[in-house]
Every structure is written in C-alpha cells, then in structure tokens.
T-cell receptor, first 112, second 113 residues
Framework: GQNIDQPTEMTATEGAIVQINCTYQTSGFNGLFWYQQHAGEAPTFLSYNVLDGLEEKGRFSSFLSRSKGYSYLLLKELQMKDSASYLCAVRELGTSNYQLIWGAGTKLIIKP | EAQVTQNPRYLITVTGKKLTVTCSQNMNHEYMSWYRQDPGLGLRQIYYSMNVEVTDKGDVPEGYKVSRKEKRNFPLILESPSPNQTSLYFC????????????FGNGTRLTVT
C-alpha cells in the first residue's frame, strides 16, 4: 500500500545543519516534492526530485534514492525563520496526472 | 501577481447551516484541489478537478461538494456542516504537469459548533 514516513518533530540550533528524512512505499514512483509550511499558513513549494541524486537550491538541498524509497531535505545555516513544518509528498505512477500522497509533516524547531 | 485566493479566512458556523468556501486562481491552471488539514493527520484531499466540468473524489469526500464551471473557480460546498468538519481547509492549483508545484491559497479555518 501507500505510505510515507517522516519524523514528527526535530530540534536544531541556529546556524547549524539539519537533515529531515522521508521514506515512502508506493506501487510506482513518479516524483517527490518537499513543501515548507509555517504554522497556520499555506504550504509553499521547496523542491522536486524525480531522478536519483541531490538538487541544491541555496541553503536547501533535497536528495532522492528511488531504489531505497528514501529522500531527505537538508537545511544549512539554519535561521530562526526556518522554524516550520516540512511536508514530503510523492506522486505515484498510474494515478491521475497530479495526485499526491502526503506525509504528516516534520515540525522543525530552531533554537538560538 | 499569481495567486490562489480563498475566502473567507475564518468562519464559525452552526451544525446544518449550508456554507460555501470560494477559491479562485489567476494562473490559468487546469488542476485544482481541496484539502483539509488536521493536527497529526497531514493534508487529506477532499476533491480535485482536472479541468472544467471534471471533478473527482479524493480521500475524504463525504459531506462535501464541489463544482468547476469555470477554469478559475473551484468552490467547496458543505451542505450540512457537522462538528467533525471543523478543520483548516486549503485550496490549491497547478499546471498538473511533471514537476509543476501546487500553489496553495491562504487557508480557511472553519469551526462548526
């Protein structure tokens, strides 16, 4: 069946690096998204991976291993404004063009 | 400015009183979707639409209706709201191709008493 697992909560220190993991089980993989969501606000798009490897965007990077059903989001030089929930979402093959399976999200707390 | 506009932002209502949450996008996106978000459960899809006059059920459609008469609008209708529909609702749209991301509205926090 379909399943996405993320840690519920993580804590990190301002200026440090944190890695948020996402593992998934699907019948056929067709892309993985990461979104950031501040409390009470709308999710905003961070990254998209469909091939294995690392995608870098400034302080944020996302990695994908399709054979392991695994992705991570790497946040460098953490800032207080990075305190938010991070949502992992996977699109399956065979679904309609844009159906996503969502993880429950990882709440990241940044401490000074 | 490219955006998805939801209204209202906050709504308190009573059980059984019909309500509509509006959603409009100005990006000419084909794909639109409604989600509800509850603590610990993440985003759950209610309904989605691949194009005008084409709508389909998501994971939790019971108690909701939608329509897509125009490309830009995708209202969510609760014919007879119940307390278990108290939630944070998001409308989203996308070009629906490849890595095209979802663009979300600002959310509607609904309380049904």
């Amino acid at each position: 069946g379909q399943n996405i697992d993320q840690p519920t909560e993580m804590t990190a220190t301002e200026g440090a690096i944190v890695q948020i993991n996402c593992t998934y089980q699907t019948s056929g993989f067709n892309g993985l998204f990461w979104y950031q969501q501040h409390a009470g606000e709308a999710p905003t798009f961070l990254s998209y991976n469909v091939l294995d490897g690392l995608e870098e965007k400034g302080r944020f990077s996302s990695f994908l291993s399709r054979s392991k059903g695994y992705s991570y989001l790497l946040l460098k030089e953490l800032q207080m404004k990075d305190s938010a929930s991070y949502l992992c979402a996977v699109r399956e093959l065979g679904t309609s063009n844009y159906q996503l399976i969502w993880g429950a999200g990882t709440k990241l707390i940044i401490k000074p | 400015e490219a955006q998805v506009t939801q209204n209202p932002r906050y709504l308190i209502t009573v059980t059984g009183k019909k309500l509509t949450v509006t959603c409009s996008q100005n990006m000419n996106h084909e794909y639109m979707s409604w989600y509800r978000q509850d603590p610990g459960l993440g985003l759950r899809q209610i309904y989605y639409s691949m194009n005008v006059e084409v709508t389909d059920k998501g994971d939790v459609p019971e108690g909701y209706k939608v329509s897509r008469k125009e490309k830009r609008n995708f209202p969510l209708i609760l014919e007879s709201p119940s307390p278990n529909q108290t939630s944070l609702y998001f409308c989203a749209s996308s070009r629906g191709q490849g890595g095209s991301p979802l663009h979300f509205g600002n959310g509607t926090r609904l309380t049904v008493t």
